[in-house]
């Protein structure tokens, strides 16, 4: 039996809500001894009765099979069952007793007969055990992982069961999925286990942490402060309010220090429904984690005059050797909002500490200095980090454009140089000073730099065999350098032929022809890249190459994927770019795909492309029913993808609304949704991409099929006449 999804094996119960379990709570209590010894005894209720669908003369001929089954007439008591089947086909008490009769026998006859049995009663969770347990025996463990879950089903608060399949899950290394049931314990707990359900949230919280999936990280931190909000420790709370900042959750960053931390604020609600924070009250023993955090919060909502008094107060009260990091993670913040001033308070008791006097520190400083107008300091504290990491040469450029404002022009560029005599030729400090030489626009020094750039990474060609290999555009580049150096060794020269192609030079080949709309030969470039280890699963790779695919006009594409997924499977972005292009030719292919990925990931993105595939196949379908059905799936398809999508694209939401319902034929919200895409274009015009144009030219084609010609016109003279 196939493995359940994850999404059908964690859904959320209710704390309060009785579960269809036969155990009592005292029994589910004891289940989880050992888990912790200080769950207190509760009183024990009486079983719930199981429900049958066989009448009293069945039900008398079922006990009748099972006294026969006791004292060995197993052919009698067969026969029995089968009459009980025969009359009432889906009652599962004949079924349970013909697996009893060859749990020793037959095997095979045993888990199917229990199979049938746990099906028709799946409300029974020893049923669901006892083939868990058969499938282990037979080393069948998703299996097992799966039957286990429906036992869970059945009494979601044995705890005895979500140890056995956690610990099944574990035993098959399914890291994901053990997430996954440690989450679904955490709401299962009694809450009398405080303990233990914090410390299954904080394991897991941490887990998707380090994977830098916060959002997932922060559903799980949340189980402690909806189910045991008096039990929360302090390290939870610094946990949360990490996690609220790192997803710029800032408001609720605020319902945490009142709740948690017992902070009073009085605060302005704005006009675009931001918030602004006039005053506070911090109790006066505030830990030190949590101070910076408030700091930071402050900032991230633009309370800016309410910050000063607590930087000095910090820098007063704090010793930077123990909170040095502290004091680096507040001034970043601060000079991403502009109070490099402010930052510059806590920079310098840092490059001034001992712990802390690091070159990365140094850095941040000089970038300081720069942006407080310091230009001379800035210069120094620059020259400071190159001593101390000379390999960091990523400090050269902007020190360089420092020496250039101050209108030290030479030393600049004497800063950017490099001495060709050791034959060694640092690329990145190279290609800084191309930028600089750019910027002051030393166009012949430029290309200078630029030849020396390609002579250290391309081929020289010596012979006229060479050049015609090299001018051959059905070769890829590795094609190229493998026939050169085989012409070579025929030939018996010794030259070595350069083959770095892996570094800057190609990419930068790539983008040019990406900018020329040179699909050709940005096709050769681009799968290389794919194709080589390293970039396998690359994703901005993937993306360059759906680029280049997008206005290819050959097919070698198809074959090339073809073969590539054949060989290589696993390839995860490979498999969205197939069901991107299928989406045409073979929408099935790309509904498995996406609809398994919406599963996983819940992302609005997946969303919308399968509410756009079903509403393709809407104005296909002729049968009214299977319209109404596309309809419906498509409708919440968009309207998730709305609710979830980020509100800074309210216009993108409001237009795909719009075509959305104007597919479906319902005009009157196709045109309300298009008149708030105008609306926002008019409040907040974009500069970068705007869907004024297309929501214009569909509102006018609604009021030109409705009769409506003047309003069609005016549409289109306010919004799209140039």
């Not at 040095?324 to 806590?346: H, I, P, R």
């Not at 290819?552 to 969205?576: K, V, Y």
């Amino acid at each position: 039996m196939d493995e359940a999804p994850p999404d059908a094996l964690i859904l959320p119960f209710d704390d309060d809500q009785p579960g269809t379990s036969t155990l009592t709570d005292s029994d589910s209590d004891s289940s989880t001894s050992s888990l912790s010894d200080d769950s207190p005894k509760k009183t024990t209720r009486a079983p719930r009765r199981q429900a049958t669908k066989l009448d009293p003369n069945l039900k008398g001929l079922m006990g009748e099979a099972n006294v026969r089954y006791a004292r060995g007439d197993i052919e009698t008591a067969q026969k029995m069952c089968f009459e009980v089947m025969r009359q009432v086909p889906d009652a599962y008490e004949p079924y349970l007793t013909l697996a009893q009769i060859f749990e020793n026998t037959d095997s095979t006859k045993y888990e199917g007969y229990l199979a049938i049995a746990s099906c028709l009663y799946p409300q029974d969770s020893g049923i669901w055990c006892r083939l868990a347990e058969l499938n282990i025996h037979n080393e069948k463990y998703k299996e097992a992982v799966s039957y286990y879950s429906k036992a869970i089903r059945a009494s979601p608060r044995n705890m005895g069961l979500h140890l056995k399949r956690l610990e099944l899950v574990e035993q098959i290394g399914d890291v994901r999925f053990a997430l996954a049931c440690k989450k679904h314990m955490a709401n299962k707990l009694p809450r009398a286990q405080h303990q233990n359900i914090i410390e299954l949230c904080k394991e897991v919280a941490k887990h998707y942490h380090e994977e830098k999936n916060y959002v997932k990280a922060l559903e799980v931190l949340k189980i402690p402060f909806k189910r045991i909000p008096k039990r929360v420790t302090q390290d939870l709370v610094n946990m949360m309010l990490e996690l609220l900042l790192l997803t710029d959750r800032f408001t609720e960053c605020l319902d945490i220090f009142i709740q948690h931390c017992n902070f009073t604020f009085e605060i302005t609600v704005n006009e675009d429904n931001t918030i602004a924070i006039d005053s506070y009250v911090m109790p006066p023993s505030i830990q030190i984690d949590l101070k910076v955090k408030f700091i930071v919060c402050l900032i991230k909502l633009k309370s800016f005059h309410l910050v000063p008094p607590l930087i000095d107060s910090m820098i007063r009260e704090e010793n930077v050797e123990e909170i040095g990091d502290l004091y680096l993670d507040v001034a970043e913040d601060l000079m991403a909002t502009n109070m490099s001033l402010e930052a510059l308070k806590l920079l310098v008791p840092l490059v001034k500490s001992t712990t802390y006097n690091l070159a990365a520190v140094w850095l941040k400083y000089a970038e300081c200095l720069y942006n407080c107008d310091m230009l001379e300091q800035a210069v120094e504290a620059y020259f400071t980090v190159m001593t101390m990491a000379p390999q960091h040469v990523e400090v050269l450029y902007p020190l360089a454009m420092t020496l250039l404002k101050l209108n030290k022009k030479s030393e600049a560029l004497e800063v950017l140089s490099q001495d060709l005599s050791t034959n060694k030729l640092d690329v990145a400090v190279l290609i800084e000073r191309m930028k600089l030489l750019r910027q002051i626009d030393d166009i012949e020094e430029y290309w200078k730099c630029a030849e020396l750039l390609l002579s250290r990474h391309c081929v020289a060609v010596k012979y006229p065999e060479e050049a015609r290999v090299v001018i051959t555009t059905s070769y890829t580049v590795n094609e190229k350098v493998k026939k050169i150096r085989d012409m070579r060794r025929f030939r018996g020269d010794l030259m070595p032929v350069e083959s770095g192609f892996e570094k800057e030079i190609q990419l930068f080949a790539l983008f040019s022809t990406i900018y020329n709309n040179d699909t050709f030969h940005g096709y050769n470039l681009i799968r290389n890249v794919v194709t080589s280890d390293s970039h396998r699963h690359n994703t901005l790779a993937w993306n360059l190459f759906n680029i280049v695919l997008k206005n290819t006009d050959d097919i070698r594409h198809n074959r090339f994927i073809s073969r590539l997924q054949e060989r290589i499977p696993d390839i995860h972005c490979l498999q969205a770019i197939e069901a991107n292009y299928s989406l045409t030719t073979n929408s099935n292919l790309a509904i498995k795909f996406y609809m398994r990925e919406f599963r996983k990931l819940k992302l609005p993105y997946f969303a919308l492309i399968l509410g756009v595939i079903l509403l393709q196949g809407y104005s296909k379908r002729k049968a009214v029913e299977d319209r109404k059905k596309l309809a419906e799936i498509a409708s919440y398809l968009f309207l998730y993808y709305a609710k979830n999508r980020s509100k800074d694209a309210q216009q993108e939401i409001y237009y795909n609304l719009g075509r959305m319902y104007h597919q479906l034929g319902v005009m009157y919200l196709a045109q309300n949704y298009y008149l708030k895409v105008l609306e926002i274009e008019e409040k907040e015009p974009s500069e970068i991409l705007g869907l004024r144009y297309e929501a214009a030219f569909n509102l006018h084609l609604i009021y030109k099929n409705s009769g409506n010609f003047t309003a069609a016109r005016n549409v289109l003279i306010k919004n799209i006449t140039i």
